[in-house]
């Protein structure tokens, strides 16, 4: 249930993350931060 919750967040958080960035190179910093912040949730 936490796993799911947690997964549920960070595609929330990605979403807006990627959405609010301009470049390529933004949305490649944004998806490696969120891949950070779901690896040390786990």
Known sequence: MARNLIAA???????????AC???EGAGE?????????DDAT
């Open 30 to 38: 944004d998806l490696q931060s969120v891949s950070r912040d779901v």
């Open 9 to 19: 967040l960070a595609l929330g958080l990605f979403s807006l993350t990627v959405t």
């Open 22 to 24: 301009n470049t390529v």
